[in-house]
């Protein structure tokens, strides 16, 4: 059974930092493309950042570009969001997500077939 179990999120004020962590087990996660996701309104989620099974090939959507960084540890079956400059508007629901290894990379949080319990962020201003 795919598991993901995130963890990092809190209270922060804006300019500070958190780092999101998601622990994941039931499959091959060497093998497996993984994302972060957030809800941006009640419908809908966007993909925020994803990495690929090698830890080499990433995304960032463009709000967060320069200001977080997505990173993987495979042998610890984890990845990670770092997330500096935190702004209000970055205040919602968090999810990490895995899709198995595609020739290229995933951004649409529709293309990740796993999703984890997801995290609260709050960027007070």
């Known amino acids: 059974e795919v598991q993901l179990q995130a963890s990092g999120g809190g209270l922060v004020q804006s300019g500070g930092s958190l780092r999101l962590a998601c622990e994941a087990s039931?499959?091959?996660?060497?093998?497996?493309?993984m994302s972060w996701l957030r809800q941006i309104n009640e419908k809908g989620v966007e993909c925020v950042s994803a990495?690929?099974?090698?830890?080499?090939?990433?995304y960032y959507a463009g709000s967060v570009k320069g200001r977080f960084t997505i990173s993987r540890d495979n042998h610890k079956n984890l990845v990670y969001l770092q997330m500096d400059n935190l702004k209000p508007e970055d205040t919602t629901v968090y999810y990490c997500?895995?899709?198995?290894?595609?020739?290229?990379?995933?951004?649409?949080?529709?293309?990740?077939?796993?999703w984890g319990q997801g995290t609260q962020v709050t960027v007070s201003s």
């Open positions: 990495i690929d099974s090698g830890g080499i090939s990433t």
């Open positions: 997500a895995a899709v198995p290894h595609r020739t290229v990379l995933a951004t649409v949080a529709q293309e990740y077939d796993h």
């Open positions: 039931g499959f091959d996660f060497s093998n497996y493309d």
